[in-house]
């Protein structure tokens, strides 16, 4: 069964979509436009967290769920206090995500939601098209943020998980610092791989601690559950404690230069690259792209405008991740010595892929 043209389509309502999307109404893009998102599922519970840095507010301000300018780092061999300044760590609640994004599009005429599975997404005629449910959606440019398979490797490339398991946990008594979050712990066991532990403190009675590898392999669920419960009990030391909310997610991380652009189609999000490889970090690279496709859009009408080729950024994540791969190094000892000889805003100006190559050296 075919089905109406649309002047774009949005595959996937996820944080690459839904940004897209909101974004799109904000600088005046969908005025007089017919744009379809669409996704397998609507969400409507807190699945996800989204933590990154920044300098001045951004388009998500209002659902910053939390925030912090100080922030611990642990391993066997170093401990210390970050002042993060001139960055602040925040953190947004996907659920919270979700409904603003979807709250915003409920009231532009625009957008048409629909929750199908999407199976398929090409072109034809100059036009993109999907596949999804019993129909065929056509649109003058398609912006896909389904990663549907795992990519075929070249030689060079290198594909690691990042996955974690986050409990939101609250205390009989106050245990936590709710000024000071914890941006790595890797005192706990390596044997599976690098490991680390995050803790984002919301009060002094609760906070998402969050159970993170970088690995080839996933492990089994009990492992994730022994993992949190001995960083909560043997290194937090917390005595009356229970479980409020749980997630679980896994990142891709990889050198793999996907394709950005096929034809009408533009790919976005992790399906786009725009997941750092060497760490994980998705959302501030996911606005910064949102940003210069919007930009694109108005000067041209298109959003292939902008240079989307590789960097040096890129070469020092396929380094990281080519030691990662081979064991060269432990990912504990390459992040312990990063955080112990470098400043710290340097550190996360260089994560965020906007040192100079002088300071780079520095680092490097």
């Not at 075929?152 to 974690?164: D, S, T």
């Amino acid at each position: 069964m075919s089905a109406p043209s649309y002047d774009h389509i949005i595959t996937g309502m996820g944080c690459a979509g839904l940004s897209l999307a909101v974004q799109m109404s904000a600088s005046g893009l969908t005025k007089g436009k017919k744009i379809l998102l669409v996704d397998r599922e609507r969400k409507n519970r807190n699945d996800r967290t989204w933590c990154f840095w920044e300098v001045e507010p951004g388009p998500f301000e209002p659902i910053v769920f939390k925030k912090w300018s100080k922030a611990q780092f642990h391993s066997a061999s170093h401990s210390a206090l970050l002042d993060l300044s001139p960055y602040t760590y925040k953190m947004i609640r996907g659920i919270d995500f979700f409904s603003y994004c979807l709250d915003i599009i409920s009231k532009d005429p625009a957008f048409e939601i629909r929750y199908e599975e999407v199976e398929e997404i090409g072109n034809n005629n100059g036009k993109a098209y999907c596949v999804a449910g019993d129909r065929t959606y056509h649109a003058d440019f398609l912006f896909n943020s389904i990663l549907f398979r795992k990519p075929n490797l070249a030689k060079g490339e290198f594909y690691l998980l990042q996955h974690f398991k986050g409990w939101v946990v609250q205390t009989a008594d106050p245990e936590f610092d709710t000024e000071q979050a914890t941006l790595m712990d890797f005192r706990p066991s390596q044997k599976n791989g690098t490991t680390f532990v995050y803790v984002m403190p919301f009060s002094a009675n609760e906070a998402l601690i969050e159970y993170t590898l970088f690995t080839s392999d996933l492990l089994n669920k009990e492992d994730y559950h022994q993992g949190l419960s001995d960083y909560i009990n043997h290194v937090l030391g917390l005595k009356n404690w229970t479980v409020k909310e749980e997630e679980f997610g896994i990142i891709p991380m990889t050198n793999h230069r996907f394709k950005r652009k096929n034809g009408a189609i533009l790919n976005i999000g992790t399906a786009g690259g725009r997941t750092k490889a060497s760490s994980g970090y998705t959302f501030r690279f996911i606005q910064k792209d949102t940003t210069a496709i919007i930009n694109s859009m108005h000067r041209s009408g298109s959003p292939f405008g902008d240079h989307y080729g590789y960097s040096r950024f890129d070469w020092y994540d396929s380094v990281l991740l080519n030691i990662l791969s081979h064991k060269t190094l432990a990912g504990d000892r390459i992040f312990t010595d990063l955080f112990k000889n470098n400043a710290t805003g340097r550190i996360l100006k260089f994560l965020d892929n906007e040192t100079s190559v002088s300071e780079e050296l520095g680092i490097l």
